[in-house]
């Protein structure tokens, strides 16, 4: 059974910082790309970012460009997300997924894993 935990939400002021993490278990994570998404209320689901198994594939959305970075450690089984710069527009539930595939960029169907969610609010 793949797990994935996602921890690190919360909330925090206009400009300031956070970092999510996702823990994985029950598969190979190091074959795995990984992503961020996020919903916000009243919203669909929307990418955020990508890494690709080795980490040397990256993708983000042009909403987040700059601001938010993703990466992972392989030995911990872990994927994360640091937000910097946050604005009220970044408040949603980031759920972490991962995929089958080693490379993946934004299209939901090609995550086969999610987690449950953690809550990131941004207040003005």
């Known amino acids: 059974q793949v797990q994935l935990v996602e921890s690190g939400g919360g909330l925090v002021q206009t400009g300031g910082s956070l970092r999510l993490s996702c823990a994985t278990s029950?598969?190979?994570?190091?074959?795995?790309?990984m992503g961020w998404f996020r919903q916000a209320p009243g919203k669909e689901r929307e990418f955020v970012a990508s890494i690709s198994w080795s980490g040397d594939m990256i993708y983000y959305a042009d909403s987040v460009k700059g601001r938010f970075t993703i990466s992972r450690d392989n030995a911990k089984n872990t994927v994360y997300l640091q937000m910097n710069s946050l604005k009220p527009e970044d408040t949603a539930v980031y759920y972490c997924a991962a995929s089958n595939f080693r490379t993946v960029f934004d299209r939901r169907g090609d995550y086969h894993y999610w987690g449950q969610g953690t809550q990131v609010t941004v207040s003005s």
């Open positions: 029950g598969r190979t994570f190091s074959m795995s790309a």
